[in-house]
């Protein structure tokens, strides 16, 4: 493995040399103790020192790998605390990413690219991380335009959990027809003449989404570890070095975990993984839960991957889809006779849960439930939870939380979905969808997350501008500044408190010796970057358990090898994950001010060579015969 020559620093005898330093950087730790340093050591996966240059010195042996931050800013790795990543990982290099695409018309012209190589039998999907609102056109495409883009390849273009749009030969494949009916919850739109047109929206369940994404061919064998893998370097690219997998539809457990779990015996993992299980079969949810109690407990597994418990679905009738341009679903009178047996049977057998709710009217029922357990004594009983999403959670609710030892997870799905929500809802229920600082003032534990890859996009630095901005990527401002947080919150939401959720916080989410060595060096400065543009920062180096995980620029060549993307015509071999575009820039008073430390800068360096005999004393007279008169 090569390293970056750093002058000053020789290698000593010792038998406790690291195995990677990092010095040379401006760390942001985490930890209160120490919250800044210049300089830290790793060995056997752990952090050993955190300090300055001379701190870590004593411990650069003959392979210590030292590589040299050049001032940048230094975080601890990111945790996603609800991602679909291995969901994600299965899909990943059969899918097309809109993410971060600026014009529908860019997204159109890969599209075509795309369907061009393609081969017969596959499909070209894009599936989620976009919104029509990031679009210069402000609009999803047509039909027609799909069809104009690939006509005799299938095209699945998926669009939050609203709606999907489909080619005429996407229509064929999925074989929809005139008489096929629609799903519960699902409308399969048609024209005049009882056709489908191609447009398939959820009324308000995502399932005929999904259902129909089902039907495009997979991946096999080591194709699906190689995607996975590519997923996992996508996601380090971001400076993220854990996640909270919320596990989901079409996610079934052993089958669709056995990729994750042979790259984990093989040392393969990128990202450390928190897994949930997740009832797929209405009806069976008891059943299935009762047989994985007798299969496994929450924490088997080791700092790579560990089961954290069930959800985000616990029962199917308690789910409350949140497609913001449907009203609210009515969920079923009775379904808490069935929820509190699925609760009860968890809290007796020590499994915590994490739980989907988008409305505070499912919370409220939820909880009543949890209550009635509490005063028998079996709730939590020891046992971690939390709600996921809480858009519309009221402060009551929260209170109750709160007292039940409950946390929460928030997600930036209305950075896509906000100006939908806005139109249904108005500005005013906006302003406090998810009421984060409401939550944060109780001193609930709040982990951050994406929800990706299925809706938002999984690039966490969007949901950092989020949480800081209250902004969508369509730039309306939907959250004001009494429901924002500062940086360095959004920071702990992405770091300590998804530790947190794991169980973890005694050795992740914060830089201090005895803690995972998992850290990612800065392609711009977090906490003095214009707010504008944190969503165009990226890790430029990427640490997880002192392994150099991933690499880029001044150190390009110190991660570790992948094997090359297959199949050959992957839309992530060509176009890669996302499409990353350039920050906004200076304003012009920072810009200024810039230009006149470079002038200084430069006549410090003049006045260095004159001492030197490099140049005359003086300095030399500027002509310019524009001005001579």
């Known amino acids: 493995m090569p390293t970056m020559p750093v002058g000053g620093l020789v290698p000593q005898a010792a038998d406790d040399a690291a195995d990677v330093i990092v010095r040379n950087a401006k760390i942001y730790t985490g930890d209160p103790g120490r919250p800044q340093a210049e300089a830290i050591a790793i060995r056997d996966g752990v952090i050993t020192v955190v300090g300055d240059d001379s701190d870590v010195a004593p411990h650069i042996g003959a392979a210590t790998k030292v590589v040299d931050a050049l001032g940048r800013?230094?975080?601890?790795?990111?945790?996603?605390?609800?991602?679909?990543?291995?969901?994600?990982?299965?899909?990943?290099?059969?899918?097309?990413?809109?993410?971060?695409?600026?014009?529908?018309?860019?997204?159109?012209?890969?599209?075509?690219?795309?369907?061009?190589?393609?081969?017969?039998?596959?499909?070209?999907?894009?599936?989620?991380?976009?919104?029509?609102?990031?679009?210069?056109?402000?609009?999803?495409?047509?039909?027609?335009?799909?069809?104009?883009?690939?006509?005799?390849?299938?095209?699945?273009?998926?669009?939050?959990?609203?709606?999907?749009?489909?080619?005429?030969?996407?229509?064929?494949?999925?074989?929809?027809?005139?008489?096929?009916?629609?799903?519960?919850?699902?409308?399969?739109?048609?024209?005049?003449?009882?056709?489908?047109?191609?447009?398939?929206?959820?009324?308000?369940?995502?399932?005929?989404?999904?259902?129909?994404?089902?039907?495009?061919?997979?991946?096999?064998?080591?194709?699906?570890?190689?995607?996975?893998?590519?997923?996992?370097?996508?996601?380090?690219?971001?400076?993220?070095?854990?996640?909270?997998?919320?596990?989901?539809?079409?996610?079934?457990?052993?089958?669709?975990?056995?990729?994750?779990?042979?790259?984990?015996?093989?040392?393969?993992?990128?990202?450390?993984?928190?897994?949930?299980?997740?009832?797929?079969?209405?009806?069976?949810?008891?059943?299935?839960?009762?047989?994985?109690?007798?299969?496994?407990?929450?924490?088997?597994?080791?700092?790579?991957?560990?089961?954290?418990?069930?959800?985000?679905?616990?029962?199917?009738?308690?789910?409350?889809?949140?497609?913001?341009?449907?009203?609210r679903p009515e969920l079923a009178r009775d379904y808490e006779a069935e929820f509190e047996k699925a609760v009860r049977l968890l809290m007796e057998n020590g499994w915590g849960f994490r739980l989907h709710a988008t409305y505070d009217e499912t919370i409220r029922r939820d909880l009543a439930v949890f209550e009635k357990l509490a005063a028998e004594g079996l709730f939590p009983a020891g046992n971690r939870w939390l709600f996921d999403h809480a858009e519309t959670a009221s402060r009551d609710s929260l209170d109750r939380i709160a007292a039940l030892g409950g946390a929460m997870s928030v997600q930036n799905r209305l950075s896509f979905q906000g100006e939908a929500f806005v139109r249904r809802y108005g500005s005013g229920a906006a302003a406090d969808a998810p009421p984060v600082r409401a939550m944060l003032d109780r001193g609930l534990t709040v982990g951050a997350g994406t929800d990706a890859t299925r809706v938002s996009s999984y690039n966490p630095w969007v949901a950092l501008h989020w949480l800081v901005s209250g902004r969508t990527v369509g730039d309306l401002t939907i959250r004001p500044p009494h429901n924002r947080v500062d940086r360095e919150t959004a920071l702990a939401m992405f770091t300590e408190a998804g530790a947190a959720l794991t169980g973890e916080a005694d050795v992740k989410g914060v830089l201090r010796p005895g803690c995972f060595g998992d850290l990612a060096i800065l392609s711009e400065d977090y906490f003095t970057v214009p707010e504008q543009d944190i969503p165009h920062i990226e890790a430029l180096l990427t640490v997880t358990g002192g392994r150099i995980v991933y690499a880029v620029g001044e150190y390009e060549g110190l991660d570790e090898e992948l094997p090359p993307v297959s199949p050959a015509w992957s839309p992530v071999a060509h176009f890669g994950g996302y499409q990353a575009t350039p920050g906004t820039g200076l304003n012009g008073a920072r810009q200024a001010e810039l230009l006149g430390q470079a002038v200084a800068e430069s006549e410090q360096h003049r006045q260095w060579r004159a001492r030197r005999g490099l140049t005359p004393e003086t300095a030399s007279t500027v002509f310019d015969p524009c001005f001579v008169l």
Not at 158 to 168: E, F
Not at 193 to 219: C, K, N, Q, W
Not at 290 to 297: C, D, K, L, T, V
Not at 312 to 323: C, G, H
């Open 73 to 327: 800013r230094m975080i601890p790795g990111l945790n996603d605390s609800h991602l679909h990543v291995i969901r994600g990982g299965l899909n990943y290099v059969l899918e097309l990413r809109w993410d971060g695409v600026p014009t529908l018309r860019q997204g159109l012209a890969m599209l075509r690219e795309q369907a061009a190589r393609t081969p017969k039998g596959q499909w070209v999907r894009v599936v989620g991380g976009w919104s029509a609102e990031q679009f210069a056109e402000r609009r999803l495409p047509t039909v027609a335009e799909l069809n104009a883009a690939a006509p005799d390849t299938p095209v699945f273009v998926l669009h939050l959990y609203q709606s999907a749009v489909l080619n005429r030969a996407a229509l064929k494949a999925a074989g929809y027809t005139k008489d096929t009916p629609d799903p519960k919850g699902g409308q399969i739109v048609r024209g005049r003449d009882g056709e489908p047109t191609g447009m398939l929206l959820a009324a308000p369940s995502a399932l005929i989404l999904y259902s129909t994404l089902a039907r495009a061919p997979g991946l096999e064998g080591e194709d699906k570890k190689t995607s996975t893998r590519h997923f996992l370097r996508e996601l380090n690219r971001f400076g993220l070095t854990s996640a909270i997998d919320a596990a989901g539809g079409f996610q079934n457990f052993p089958d669709n975990y056995s990729t994750v779990v042979e790259l984990a015996k093989a040392g393969q993992l990128s990202l450390r993984i928190a897994y949930h299980l997740f009832p797929q079969t209405p009806g069976q949810e008891i059943d299935d839960l009762a047989r994985w109690i007798e299969m496994a407990r929450p924490e088997d597994g080791d700092e790579w991957l560990r089961l954290n418990g069930a959800g985000e679905n616990l029962i199917w009738a308690a789910a409350d889809f949140e497609n913001f341009t449907q009203p």
